[in-house]
């Protein structure tokens, strides 16, 4: 995201809080589960992405720009159906189009790029290849059992958007149960910061198999060199239906 000049001619960065209610810091960790359980991890992922690609949902997207007290002064909303066409594409249509009413920051290319790639985080063997994956130890997450990891890049390359923080794996079902972190990297230019939120993004079991994301919510100050920011993000996805079919997908993108 990067903040508007007076002139809406300069971008600033903008920088999340910590949400309230996070996940207390794991326990010192216990006997590391090894490298055998990321690989299923990223073998069950690859089976839930090709799964959710098959789903049609709903995606909520509320962005609120707020003062230092809490009280919005500006929001991005926008309610997008996941759907597939009569061609029995993957598609985006518009149920509420956008309503840009932002009085102190631009959402960027990168802002949308996130909320499809980023925030709903999932650890494929494709993606294996980006990270280092460091085990933290046990913790019981959403009264599930789980194992709690580290995630970092390993490098940060041009032209990736990627994840860096903590994600919780069911015991029982070696999938992603709650993830914690930020999108990188961080952009700074001369034309201004484009920065992004601290977020964390809950799954929930879809037809008793896999766990899809439900909500993804963030609450922070961006440290902007002109300025701190305080800034909500709510994305919520609903109505989870199956549809099965082989497809491609069209995403949209609206207009800034």
């Known amino acids: ?12 960065p903008l920088a999340l809080t910590a949400l309230a209610g996070a996940a207390q810091a794991p326990a010192a960790p216990a006997q590391d589960p090894g490298p055998e359980l990321i690989r299923e991890v990223a073998a069950k992922a690859a089976e839930f992405q090709a799964a959710r ?18 009280a919005e002064v500006g929001r991005y909303r926008e309610v997008r159906d996941i759907i597939f066409n009569p061609p029995k594409e993957r598609t985006e249509v518009f149920v509420e189009r956008p309503r840009l009413a932002l009085k102190n920051l ?11 790639e980023v925030k709903p985080f999932v650890l494929t063997r494709q993606d294996l290849i980006h ?3 460091r085990y933290q130890g046990r913790e019981t997450m959403d009264e599930q059992d789980c194992f709690v990891f580290l995630v970092r890049p390993r490098q940060i390359l041009d ?21 914690e972190g930020r999108p990188v990297p961080q952009i700074y230019s001369s034309q201004g910061d484009n920065l ?3 977020f964390t993004t809950i799954y929930r079991p ?3 198999v896999y766990w899809f994301p439900i909500r993804t919510f963030a609450d922070d100050t961006l440290p902007f060199r002109s300025g701190p920011q305080r800034v909500r993000l709510t994305v919520q996805y609903d109505d989870y239906k199956r549809f099965t079919t082989d497809s491609t997908f069209h995403p949209l993108t609206p207009t800034t």
């Open 1 to 12: 995201m990067r903040a508007a000049s007076t002139h809406l001619s300069r971008f600033l």
């Open 53 to 70: 690609d098959n789903y049609t949902y709903r995606q909520t997207v509320l962005f609120q720009e707020l003062d230092p007290r809490g």
């Open 106 to 116: 631009r959402l960027t290319a990168e802002d949308f790029r996130d909320i499809r």
């Open 131 to 133: 990270y280092t994956v």
């Open 159 to 179: 032209g990736l958007r990627l994840f860096e923080g903590r994600i919780w794996i069911s015991e029982r079902d070696r999938q992603i149960v709650r993830a």
């Open 196 to 198: 992004f939120p601290h």
């Open 206 to 208: 879809i037809d008793g």
